[in-house]
C-alpha cells in the first residue's frame, strides 16, 4: 500500500489527543490493539455479496448509493436524491450515470470536513485503495476508474476482502421470514471468516409496519403454525429463533420507536393479539403490543440465550415526501427524546435480575448517558450498554459515550464496538477509529494518574476485541 | 489604544487551548480572520441611535442598564433593581445616581468571574476605551469618568462606532407594526456601514402577547386591510413584509414559546382565526394559531426570499413580580426543555425540501444538539442551525455546539455567528469570542490530524465571515 | 504515612489535565488548599459513630456492605447481594463470612477501573491505612488484616478519624422524629469537632412513604401537637425544626419525587391535608400535597434562617425484588428526566425574591444544568446549585458541572462540596478529589487567559472551604 505521499487524515496519530503525553501512551496502547481480528457483531452488510461472492460493479453503486450518511449531508444542501442515483419507489427512475454522480460527490466533498464520514472514506481511499492524494473535483474521474479497477481483481472480491480486512466474525441483520439462502450458501461452502445472521423480527412484531398482516401468514406457513392464535404466534417465533440460530445467530435485534415493555398476563396478552390480528387495536394498544413483545422476546433468549438488543427512540422517514418517492432508509430518520427507566421497569422486574440474560440498550438521546443508561447498567446484571450509535458513532460521540457511562457503568457493563453498517469497505475503517478513540480515552486516564498502565493495556484489549466476543456469546467461534 | 500594561484578559492568545500545538494553529487561524468585516444578522441594537447619531450619555445608561446578563447576576446576589437604575413601570422610580450604580457594579465584578459579561466587558474597556487595568471597587470612579469623558467624543458616536468597529452589516429588530422612522432616516442620510432591519412579527401572531387585539387594528390601519378577516390579516402581513425588505430587511424572526408547527386546511385557518379575533380561543387553539402562522410564514418566505429564524423555548418573564415591577426583559427569561422533530414535521412536509427556503433553527436546550437539530440541519435543505444562543453565546457554549453539531450536520448547515445583542460596545467582543472559538475548534481538528489546514484557513474565513453573509443573503450589500 | 512506593493511582498530580501548563498552575492552587479544614455539610454518616466512639468491627462491615456504590457495582457483574453480606430483611440470612465478601471484592477490584468509587477506595488504603500497593487477589487477605488491626486501634476511633481527617463540620441527617440521642450526647462530650444534624422530613411529609400515618403520630406525641390537623400539623413541624436547630441543624434537607411546587390557598390545604390524612387522597393528590409542603418549608425557612435542601428526580427502589428482599438504599435508585421552571414556578413566585432565603438545588438530570438550574440560580436571589451530586460527584461529573453552569450562574451561585456520603472514611478522599478538580478547572481558565491568577486562588479556596461555611450559614461555628 502506497504511504510515501499520507494524506492529512490518514497521520499515523490521528485521533489522538494532540498533548504530547497523552498522544505518546495513545499510540502504545493503540499499536496493541490495531492488528487484532474485527468482531462485527451487529451490522447491516448484504450476506448475498459473501454467498454469491461476485465483484462489485463500481464506486458509486458501492460507495454512494447505499451510504445514507453520504447523501443526507448532500442532499441537505440542494443536491437532488435523483442526482445522485437514488432510484424511486415507483420504478420511474431515469438511468443513473454513475462516473457523474462521482464527480458531483467529489466536487462537494468538503461537505464533509470535521464528519466521521470523511474519516471513514479517506481511510477507504487510502487504505484499501491506495490513494496518496484527497479526492477533489479535479481527481474525481480518476478516482472513479481506478477504483473500479480494483474492484474488478479477485483480491477485491468479498470473500477476498473479509480476510484482507482481518475480519473474525460479521454478524448480518434479516427479517424473521427471511430464508437465510444466502448464509447457508455461505456455511455449505465453508467460510473461514465467519458469517452470521441476526434474528431481526421488527417486521412480525410491530402492527405499524407495512405488509404485517402479510407478514404473519407468512410466518404461519415457514412454520406451520396458526400465527392467528397467540400461542402458535409464540410458537412460531420460536420456531424462527431456532432456524435462525442454526444459521449462526446469537443476537436477536428491537428497533422499536421507544423503550417501552410491559409484563400483561396471559389472557391479556391473548385479547390484545386478537385485536392485533384483526385490525382493530388502537395506536396505543398497538405500542402495548411491541412492548409486551420485548418482555416474550427477553424471556425467549433466557430459554434459547440469545442476546437480546435494542436499539430505540428514532422516528423513522421523518420526511414523508422523501419517503414515499424514494423509500425508507433515504437519510431521513431522526432521533427523538425517550426515557428509559420507567419504560423498562415491566421488563427489568420480570427478568432484570438474571444473570444469564443480556440485554443490550442502545440510544440516539445522549442525555440519558449518565441520568438513566449509566446508572441502570451499573446495576441490574443483565444490561449493558451497546457503543454510541449511528449519529454518535464518531469521535466526538464515541468520546462522550466514555466520559459520560464509565465512571458509573465501568468499562465491563459496555460491549466493545458495533460498526452497524451496511457500508462494507468502511467496516476496517470504523474499527480503526472506534479503537484510536477508546486509546485516547485510556490514555487521558493514564496520563491523569487514573488508571495504570497496566490496566490500560488489558482495557485496550478488552474494548477493541474481547468484550465484543464476550458480550454476543461468540467467545467459541 | 494603550496595550503595555495589558489586562490578564487581553492576552493575545485568550480563550485557546493551552496545548502548545492547538494553540499555534489557533493563532494563525486567527490572525487570518481577525481583522474582517463585522457581519451582524442578527440583534437587538436601537436604530435610534444609528439615526440620530447622537452621544450616548454615560457608562451606567449604555454598559449597564440595558444589559440584563449584567443586572441579573447582580440581583440574584441580592441587589435590588432599583440600586441597579432599573426604572419601574409605573414610573415611581427614584432618581438614579448613574455614578453610585456604577460603584455597585464595580464592586461586585468579582462575581462576574468565568463568565461572557467579564469577557465582553474587559474587552470595552481595553479595547474600546483604552483601559490597561482591571475595574475594581477603587478605580471604579476613575472608569466612570473616562468613558464619560470619552463618550462626550465625536469618535464615540453611534456611526463613527459602526466604522471604528468595521461593521459592514447590522440587523436591527422591530415589530410589524414599527413604521421603521429610524432605518428611513438612515437610509436617506446614506451610511456608509449597512443597518437593516428584520421583521419581528410576535406581536401580531400570538394572541397572548399584550396588546395584541390592538396591534392587530393598527396592523389593519397601516396596510389599508380588514385585519378581521383571514385572508385581510394575511395580505396584511404580506405587506409589512414588503415594507421590511424596502427597509433592508432580508430576514424574519419568531420569539414564539415551542417549535410547533401546523399544516390546517383553508377553512380550519379561518375558523381558528375568528376564535382568535373574537378573543374565544382556549390557550391550546393560540398555541395552534402561533404553529399555523409559523407554516404561513415559511410560505411567505418562499415567496418574498425572507429568512425565516425561529427562536423558541424560552419561559419568558418567569419571575412575575420582577416582571410586574419593572417589565419584560429584565433577566428573568429562563429556558425549558423542548422538542423538534414532531413540532416541525407539519411544516417541513410542506415546505422542508424546498431548496429556495432558507429556516435558521436556534435553540436554548442544548440535549437538542445531537439529538435532534443536528440530525435535521444534516438532512433537510430548508433547515440550517443559528449559532449557540443566548446563555450558550459563551466560550463553553460556542464549544459546545461545533463539538456535538459538526460530526452529523457538518459546517456548512450552520450560518456563522450571531450577537444577538443590544449592548452595542460589546459587538466587537462578541465577534471576537466567536471567531476565537472557532479558530480554536478548528487548530483542535487540524492538531489532531482530522482536517487539512488549507481547509481550517478556508473554513476559519466562512465562520467568521462569509457563511454569514451568505445564510442571511447578505451576499449583495 | 509510608509514601516510598506511592501507587500510580496517589500520583500527587493525579485528576489535573496532562497538559503542562495547566497541571502547574493546578498544582500551585491545589497546595493552597489542601490542608484547608474539612467542611461537610451534607452528608449520611452514622451519629451513633460520633456518640459512642466504639472502634469499628472491620474492613467488610466498614468499607463495603454499607457502601452502595460498591456492591451495586458487583451486583450488575452478577455477583449475589447475600455472597457480599448484604442482608435480607426478613431477617433469615445466613452469617456471613466477612474476610470472604471481601475476597470477592478485591478479586473483582478491576470492575471499578474508571470509576470515583476506585480513587476513593484507593485514597482510603494508601492515605488512610498506609497500603503502598494496589489491591488485588492475591493481598486481599493482608490487606484485610492489616485494615482490622488498624481499626482496633485507637487511633482510628471516629473521634481521633474526625481529628486526623481534620474536619472542621460534619453534618449527618435525621429523620423528623429521630430523637437524636446521639447528637444530644456528642454535644454534651463537647466534642472540639463539631457534628450536628440536618432535618430531613420526608417521613412526615410523602404520604407514599411506608409507615407515613404512624410516623404522623409520633409526630403529634413528641410535639404535643394534634397532627390530624393542618395548623397542629405546622405548628409540630415547627417544633421539631427547633428541635433539631438546638441540636445545631443549619439546613433542611428533601428528598421528592419530582421538583414540584404548590402555593395553595389555606382552605385548599386543609382539604387536602383531611385527605392526606384519611388516606383518601390519589396520588396526584399525594404529589400535590409534597409539592405544597415544599413551599411550607420555604416559608419556615424564611422564619428560621434553616436553608432548604432539595434534591429531587430520583426513582427510588427501581429493583422491585431486590427491594422486596433487601430493603431501601441497596443500588437500586435510577436518575430520571425532570424539569424545574415550571415546577418550582409556585414557590418562587412566593418566595423567590427573598434575600433572606436559601434555597440549594441539586439534580442528577445533567441536562438541566445550562437549559434551567443556572439560569434560574444567575436570577433568583433565594437560589443557589449544589454540587454535582450522587453519580455525578466524580472527576467528569464536577468537571462537567463547572464547565456548563460557571458561564451563566457564575461561581458564586453555587455552594462548595457536599461529601453526601455514608462512608466515613472516604470522607477526606472525595473532598480531594473536588479540591483537585476545582483546582483543575480554574487552572484550565488562567491557563487560557480567561481568570487572572489572583482570581484563581480566591476562587480556589471559596470552593474549598468558604462557600460551604457560607453557603450553610455555618460561618459562626
Redesign the interface.
Known amino acids: 500500500m502506497n504511504t510515501k505521499h499520507t494524506p ?2 490518514l ?1 499515523p ?7 504530547t ?2 498522544r505518546e501512551i495513545s499510540k502504545l496502547l493503540y499499536n496493541s490493539v490495531k492488528s487484532l481480528p474485527i468482531v462485527s457483531p451487529h451490522g447491516h452488510t448484504d450476506p448475498r455479496w459473501f454467498a454469491d461472492n461476485d465483484n462489485f460493479s463500481n464506486a458509486t453503486e458501492l460507495l454512494i448509493i447505499p451510504d445514507h450518511y453520504v447523501f ?2 448532500l ?4 443536491i437532488g436524491l435523483e442526482q445522485l442515483g437514488i432510484r424511486r419507489v415507483d420504478g420511474s427512475s431515469a438511468e443513473v450515470d454513475f462516473l457523474q454522480v462521482w464527480k458531483v460527490f467529489a466536487q462537494h466533498y ?7 464520514s470523511r ?1 471513514w472514506m479517506d481511510y477507504v481511499f487510502c487504505e484499501v485503495f491506495g490513494f496518496s492524494v ?1 479526492l477533489n473535483a479535479e481527481n474525481a474521474e480518476f478516482f472513479y476508474h481506478k477504483i473500479n479497477a480494483a474492484l474488478a481483481t479477485d483480491a477485491f472480491r468479498p470473500r477476498a476482502l473479509l480476510q484482507q480486512f482481518n475480519i473474525e466474525l460479521l454478524a448480518t441483520t434479516e427479517g424473521a421470514t427471511n430464508c437465510l439462502t444466502h448464509h447457508k450458501k455461505i456455511k455449505q461452502d465453508g467460510l473461514n471468516n465467519t458469517v452470521i445472521t441476526t434474528f431481526r423480527p421488527d417486521d412480525v412484531i410491530d402492527p405499524q409496519v407495512k405488509g404485517f398482516s402479510r407478514n404473519i401468514e407468512v410466518l404461519g406457513e415457514l412454520t406451520n403454525e396458526d400465527t392467528h392464535n397467540w400461542q402458535g404466534y409464540l410458537h412460531a417465533l420460536r420456531q424462527r429463533r431456532e432456524f435462525f440460530r442454526a444459521h449462526g445467530a446469537t443476537a436477536t435485534d428491537h428497533g422499536h420507536a421507544t423503550a417501552l415493555t410491559a409484563d400483561l398476563s396471559s389472557l391479556e396478552c391473548q385479547r390484545l393479539f386478537e385485536k392485533i390480528i384483526s385490525k382493530t387495536a388502537s395506536s396505543e394498544e398497538q405500542e402495548l403490543f411491541r412492548a409486551q413483545m420485548l418482555t416474550e422476546m427477553a424471556g425467549m433468549s433466557l430459554e434459547d440465550g440469545m442476546v437480546l438488543q435494542l436499539h430505540p427512540g428514532v ?1 423513522r422517514n ?5 419517503f414515499q418517492t424514494f423509500g425508507a432508509d433515504k ?7 425517550i ?1 428509559y ?2 419504560s423498562l ?1 415491566p421488563l ?2 420480570k427478568y ?2 438474571e ?1 444469564k440474560l443480556r440485554f443490550i440498550l442502545f440510544t ?4 440519558n448517558y ?3 443508561l ?8 443483565c ?1 449493558k450498554l451497546g457503543p454510541a450509535w449511528w ?2 458513532d ?4 464515541m468520546l462522550r459515550f466514555r ?2 457511562v ?8 459496555t460491549v466493545g464496538f458495533n460498526d452497524d453498517t451496511r457500508a462494507f469497505l468502511s467496516i476496517p475503517a470504523r474499527h480503526d477509529v472506534a479503537r484510536r478513540i477508546d486509546c485516547r480515552f485510556l490514555a ?2 493514564v ?7 497496566t ?1 490500560a493495556f ?2 485496550a484489549r478488552d474494548l477493541s476485541y474481547r468484550l465484543a466476543k464476550e458480550a454476543y456469546q461468540a467467545a467459541d467461534f
Not at 364 to 367: I, R
Not at 406 to 413: K, L, P, Q, R, V
Open positions: 492529512y487524515n497521520h496519530d490521528r485521533l489522538f489527543s494532540s498533548d503525553k497523552e443526507r449531508m442532499y441537505s444542501q440542494g468538503y461537505l464533509f470536513h470535521g464528519t466521521p474519516i484527497e422516528h421523518h420526511n414523508t415526501s422523501v437519510g431521513c430518520d431522526i432521533p427523538v427524546n426515557e427507566v420507567n421497569k427489568l422486574s432484570g435480575n444473570t440516539l438521546d445522549e442525555s449518565t441520568r438513566e449509566a446508572p441502570l447498567a451499573g446495576h441490574y446484571p444490561l449519529f454518535n464518531s469521535p466526538e460521540g466520559h459520560q464509565t465512571e458509573t457503568a465501568g468499562f465491563y457493563n487521558k486516564l496520563a491523569e494518574h487514573r488508571l495504570s498502565e490496566a488489558e482495557l
